[in-house]
Structure formats: structure tokens, C-alpha cells
């Protein structure tokens, strides 16, 4: 049961009826588990309830009863025992009583429910000892009643049954009771117990269908995998400790979040004055293991880091955890004897390329640190985690300490979370615009939309920090949309001012959290359908690895293209997929990287992979665009190589959109300055000959 869910095809070969059994004989080990459990809490009751009535003077009353309810109550605890006949097709957990003369599962459920049933007329014959309840004891005894009714529906989460049948005659009898002794106060008690009853009877009835739920599920998982002796063997274990469960991660045995969270704080709770060190894991290269191996596989990575951290932090009383995905934390209490942890950290670097490497792939890590002595464990978390971004930002495969300058950028980060909703609701989230010339000309062949905020504290903050708050705060919808609506206004000021602007494609930027999480392509056509924007208007700017994601991406991408909105792979050239992203159907355009642009025409290398890029472009009919264009020197190296459309601060640098448009004026009016002057030119070359003859 620890492994994952089942594809359907392979559910769909569960035989039903195996499936069945398996789960009637869950809840047959359930129910019995639950009733011996229960048994105790019964028994003290009893005996509680017999001494108030020996109190009362009700001594032969009492102990009539008590003996009634130890021998039910024994008589339950003693068929639990019985060993019951396997279902065919059926494996028991191990210390289960089974027996092949037993009787089946069937029939030890009915037994459960009639001895619960058996239980419940004994406690519905409370109202012998408190003169149907009309005595001073009533008010304890009703308590006790429904008390241990509420319990029975606690523990019977398995079986729906056997809670029903012990709380209906029991509740049944203080309803009657109350009902014979009458007066309004009574029947209003009496209605608002059967209302109880109901209410119990319902929550058992959801309970047992959630377990069945469960069980069936988890069941699917068993049989599918039952000649797989491992995954057997951690299905049984995983069904045997569902407390173990609650608090630990079923892929690596390792506490998860909330398991870690808590014991973290128990392990820093005792006040000696000492230091704790908290580590933040991050697989380098993992996305990478799972799409060239298969999740399968990546699974057994992330199992076999997990043991190599247990290995390696040996002997340190640390408390270990999978943070979640590929991440994993780490705390332990900073010693004379013990290591620092800026040397745990390079020895966890060293090693972890040794943790996997039979699997064909080196994985590298990177480490945040935070230490603290009264921090919170969340504040130590959201320290680490602000390191190892720090630490993935500036390489990977490296740690990195939380210090003050991290302080004060994670202090920013809180801010832009905090501040973003009202920015994006007063509009303070603006657009500015970068052309994108045509190299030949001073044509402006498309804009860059480029997202800009001024926070009124922190000054600028960047597209990425905006679009990460915006993840964390759940305000990615909403931000893209405030920027297809800015476009679009954009768009709708260029044609109110009948600029030369007015009929150019607009370019947004989609990251790949916003295209992975989002339904980007109901978002942006509803809203240029809206706003009466042709979708020819609009183009859609990807990096590159974006293009080859998941199927709902490429779906999205796939719908986006089909309704006339052009998509761009941007930076192309840095990641693993170059090549490939360029064989989907909806791409349209390709940006070069700025980093192959730079000294394009002193870097021989670089002039053949821009080279290689503009032929590949020409061949698979996609528009090239080189971006970063920032010196004539690379502006002449691309124009000699054929690249068509160039963008860049030689160029033109991003602008508001007022500030864009007097731009477009300025460079219409240059345009028709130099073409009044070459006719002139041409007029004079073409007069010389004739004067000369």
C-alpha cells in the first residue's frame, strides 16, 4: 500500500469479487481491533454505573446489571478471537486468526453486529437503575449513555453496523423513557436525542463508507502488486501502522512535513541554551532522473537519498524529514563534539553523487542552512528555504548560510506577498514595452509586454520575484490576468491614437509554474474575446522546456495556437531541450539566448550555434529572433548571419507605454527623413549619365 495508485487499465484487471472480500475482511480486522479496544472502556463504565446505583440504594438493580454486562461484554471479547475462514483469492495480515474450519468473514461481521446489538439492550436497561430516568441520577446516567454511544460510532469507523446496533436500543430507551414521563421538557429532550441518534447513525454510515473507500483502494493496490514480494511486504506494513502514517512519508519512511514540524519542535523545546542547525535539501538534476528513467525509478532515487541521509547523519540524534517532492530537511543540536553544519554541508555534497549513481544519473544537492537558538522551527524553515534559493540562484550543487542580507530579501519577499493583491487591484502592476525590430530596417516587426512594479518600500522588484509571490499567495490567476487586461488596454490606446503601433503583435511572458498550474488558454482567449482582441493581436512567450512539459501543457499550448495566438520559445539555446521544443507544432517563433549574442562577432564559436540556430529556424519555417542585441558590432554579426528580427538595448530599451509610442513617432518621422533623402540620391544618380552625355 505504499505504492501508488494504480493506472486505470490496471485497476480495471482487480477481479471484483476479490476485491470485495478484501475488503469485508479489512473490516472485519478493523472491527475487532475497534471492540477490544472498546471492551475496557465499557467494562469501567459498567462498574462506574453500578457503584452510582449501589449509591442510590439500588443494590440488586446494580449488580444484576453489572453481571449481565461483563457477561456480554466477555462474550464479545471471546468470539473476537476466533479465527475466521480466508476469503478466497485473499491474503491476511500477519498475527490476523484465521482457519480454514472457521466461518467466513460474512458471518463473524454478523456475529459483531449482534453481540454489539446484545451490548446495546444491556445499556438500554439503564432505565431500571434511575427510575426511567426521572431519578436524581438521570442526568449521569443519560451523560454515560450517550457517552458511550458517541464512542461506539468513534471506534466503529470500520462497520457500520455494529455502531448502529449497539446505540439504537440504547438511545431508543431513553427516548421512550423520556416520552412516558412527558412534560415538554421531556419530549424536547426525547426529540433532540433521536436527532442524536440519527446523527450517529449518519456519521457511522459515512465512516464505514469512507473505510470501505479506503479499503478498496488500498486493496486495488495489494492485488495488482501481490507477486511483488517487497511492495507486498510494505503494503502489509503500511496497513498495519496508520498512526505511522499520519506523521511519516510512505515513499521514504522519513517524517513528512507536518511529522517533521512537529518533532523539530520537540527536539528545540528544552530550554539548555544551546544552538540548533536546520539543513534544506534540494536535488539537483532529479526532473532530469525522472524524465529519463520514468517516475518509477525516480521513486527509488528519492528512497535510496533518504537512506543515504540516515547513513550519513548516523549517531547525531538529528531528526530527518522529506520536506516534500525532492526536498529534505534537517535538525540537530549544534555540539563541541559535533561537526558545524557549513562542514555537514560540504560533506553531504560530496557524497550524494555516490547515493544514486547505480541508477545512471549523479544527482547534486544544494543546501540551505539556518541556525538559530530560540527561533521557531517555521522561522528556521522559512530561513533555510530563503538560503537554498540563494544557493540554487547562484549555482546549484552549493550551501548556503542565512545571514543578514537574506534576512533582509526574505523581509522583501513577505512584503511583496503581503503588498501584491492591493498592487494588482490599484493597478500599480504595470507594462512596459520592448520593440522588436526588424534587422534590415527600422521596421518594429512586434512588442514585448514586460511586467513592472514599483513598491513603494523596496523600489523595483523583479518578474520573477512578482510571478513567485504570486505562486505562494495564490495569486497567479489573478495577476495574469490584470496583465492580458493591461496588454489589451495597450492595445486598445495604440489604436485610439492611430499609432504606427496600433496592428503590431503584442508578446506576454507565461513562466512555467503560471503554464503548469493555470488554464492559460480559457484565460487569455476569454479574456481577449472580452475585450474584442483578435487573438493574431496576442503571442505567448515559453521558455523552452515548457514546450515538452506535460500533457495538459501541451494541450493548453496546442489550443492557444489553434485559435491564432502565436507561440515564442524564449531563451532558447539553455536548457535540455532545445532541439525538441522546436519540433511542436504550435511553436512559431525562437529567441536566441542573450548569452549567445553577447560579443557574438569576436566569439567564433558562438557565430556557428547562432548560425545553426537562424538555418534551423528557416528550415522548420519558424521566425528567429536574436534578443540582447547591445552594440552595433553584434548587430552587424547578425545581419551578415540572416537573422531577420533582433531586440535589445541598442535597439530600443523598455518604455511605458506613452513613452513607446512618441518613440514609434520619432522613428516613423526618421524613417521618412531617410527616404526622402535616398530618393533624392537616387534622382541625382540617375540625372549624372544624361548631363555627362
Known amino acids: 500500500m505504499n505504492a501508488r495508485a494504480p493506472t486505470p487499465s490496471l485497476t480495471a484487471s482487480v477481479d471484483g469479487d476479490v476485491l470485495y472480500r478484501m475488503v469485508r475482511t479489512d473490516q472485519l480486522v478493523v472491527v475487532r481491533r475497534s471492540v477490544m479496544s472498546a471492551i475496557s472502556i465499557n467494562v469501567v463504565l459498567s462498574f462506574t454505573a453500578t457503584l452510582v446505583a449501589l449509591n442510590a440504594g439500588r443494590a440488586f438493580e446494580g449488580l444484576i446489571w453489572l453481571l449481565l454486562s461483563l457477561a456480554v461484554n466477555g462474550a464479545r471479547s471471546y468470539i473476537c478471537r476466533w479465527p475466521f475462514a480466508p476469503s478466497p483469492g485473499v491474503i491476511v495480515e500477519e498475527g490476523v486468526a484465521v482457519s480454514p474450519t472457521g466461518r467466513p468473514v460474512e458471518w463473524h461481521l454478523r456475529v459483531a453486529a449482534t453481540m454489539a446489538a446484545a451490548s446495546g439492550c444491556v445499556w438500554a436497561l439503564i432505565p431500571l437503575l434511575c427510575n426511567g430516568y426521572s431519578s436524581p441520577q438521570a442526568i449521569f446516567y443519560l451523560t454515560v449513555v450517550c457517552g458511550i454511544c458517541a464512542g461506539s460510532v468513534t471506534y466503529g469507523i470500520a462497520y457500520a453496523f455494529v455502531p448502529i446496533s449497539f446505540i439504537t436500543p440504547a438511545l431508543l430507551s431513553v427516548v421512550g423513557c423520556l416520552l412516558y414521563a412527558g412534560g415538554f421538557d421531556n419530549v424536547a429532550l426525547a ?22 473507500e479506503g479499503s478498496r483502494l488500498k486493496n486495488e493496490a495489494t492485488a495488482l502488486a501481490s507477486q511483488l514480494r517487497q511492495v507486498h511486504a510494505l ?140 527561533a521557531d522551527v517555521a522561522d528556521m524553515i522559512s530561513f533555510a528555504d530563503e538560503a537554498l534559493y540563494e544557493a540554487k540562484r547562484t549555482g546549484r550543487n552549493r550551501f548556503q548560510m542565512f545571514d543578514k542580507a537574506l534576512n533582509q530579501r526574505l523581509a522583501t519577499r513577505r512584503d511583496v506577498e503581503r503588498d501584491l493583491l492591493h498592487a494588482i487591484e490599484a493597478r500599480a502592476i504595470g507594462v512596459w514595452y520592448q520593440p522588436i525590430m526588424a534587422c534590415d530596417s527600422n521596421e518594429v516587426h512586434s512588442l514585448e509586454a514586460l511586467m513592472r512594479w514599483h513598491h513603494p518600500r523596496h523600489g523595483h522588484i523583479s518578474p520573477e520575484e512578482v510571478i513567485f509571490a504570486a505562486a505562494n499567495t495564490g495569486l497567479a490567476e489573478p495577476l495574469l490576468r490584470h496583465l492580458v487586461d493591461e496588454v489589451c488596454r495597450g492595445m486598445r490606446q495604440f489604436e485610439a491614437a492611430g499609432s504606427s503601433l496600433a496592428a503590431v503583435p503584442v508578446a506576454i511572458n507565461v513562466s512555467p509554474r503560471e503554464m503548469a498550474q493555470l488554464a492559460v488558454d480559457d484565460i487569455v482567449l476569454g479574456m481577449l474575446k472580452s475585450r474584442g482582441i483578435a487573438p493574431r493581436r496576442l503571442q505567448i512567450e515559453i521558455t523552452e522546456e515548457v514546450a515538452l512539459d506535460t500533457h495538459a501543457t501541451r494541450s493548453r499550448l496546442s489550443a492557444l495556437s489553434a485559435a491564432g495566438v502565436a507561440i515564442v520559445v524564449d531563451d532558447f539555446g539553455v536548457g535540455y531541450s532545445s532541439l525538441a521544443s522546436l519540433r511542436s507544432e504550435y511553436v512559431r517563433q525562437v529567441k536566441i539566448d542573450r548569452s549567445f549574442i553577447l560579443g557574438l562577432s569576436s566569439s567564433p564559436g558562438n557565430v556557428v550555434l547562432v548560425d545553426s540556430i537562424v538555418q534551423l529556424g528557416r528550415s522548420l519555417n519558424l521566425q528567429v529572433v536574436a534578443e540582447g542585441v547591445e552594440t552595433q558590432e553584434e548587430l552587424d554579426a547578425l545581419r551578415a548571419l540572416g537573422c531577420k528580427l533582433v531586440q535589445g538595448y541598442h535597439l530600443a530599451r523598455p518604455a511605458p507605454l506613452p513613452d513607446v509610442m512618441s518613440w514609434a513617432v520619432s522613428l516613423a518621422a526618421a524613417g521618412v527623413a531617410a527616404g526622402v533623402a535616398s530618393g533624392a540620391v537616387a534622382a541625382t544618380a540617375a540625372a549624372a549619365p544624361a548631363n555627362a552625355a
Open 191 to 212: 426529540a433532540m436525542v433521536l436527532l442524536y441518534l440519527g446523527a450517529l447513525a449518519r456519521g457511522a454510515l459515512q465512516s464505514d463508507k469512507a473505510f470501505r
Open 235 to 374: 503494503s502489509l506494513d503500511a496497513t498495519q501502522q496508520l498512526a505511522f502514517r499520519a506523521s511519516h512519508d510512505s515513499l521514504t519512511g522519513l517524517l513528512n512535513r507536518e511529522g517533521f514540524t512537529e518533532a523539530a519542535t520537540l527536539h528545540i523545546a528544552v530550554p539548555d541554551g544551546r544552538q540548533h542547525g536546520l539543513l534544506l535539501l534540494d536535488l539537483d538534476g532529479f526532473k532530469a532522473v525522472n524524465d529519463a528513467f520514468g517516475h518509477k525509478i525516480g521513486d527509488r532515487v528519492l528512497q535510496d537519498v533518504a537512506g543515504w541521509l540516515q547513513r550519513e547523519l548516523a549517531g547525531m540524534n538529528a531528526t530527518l524529514g522529506r520536506w516534500g517532492g525532492d526536498e529534505f530537511a534537517v535538525l540537530y543540536t549544534l555540539r563541541a563534539d559535533r561537526q558545524a553544519p557549513t562542514a555537514i554541508a560540504q560533506a553531504l555534497i560530496r557524497s550524494i553523487s555516490f547515493a544514486t549513481a547505480h541508477y545512471g544519473g549523479h544527482l547534486g544537492v544544494s543546501i540551505g542552512i539556518s541556525v538559530a537558538g530560540d
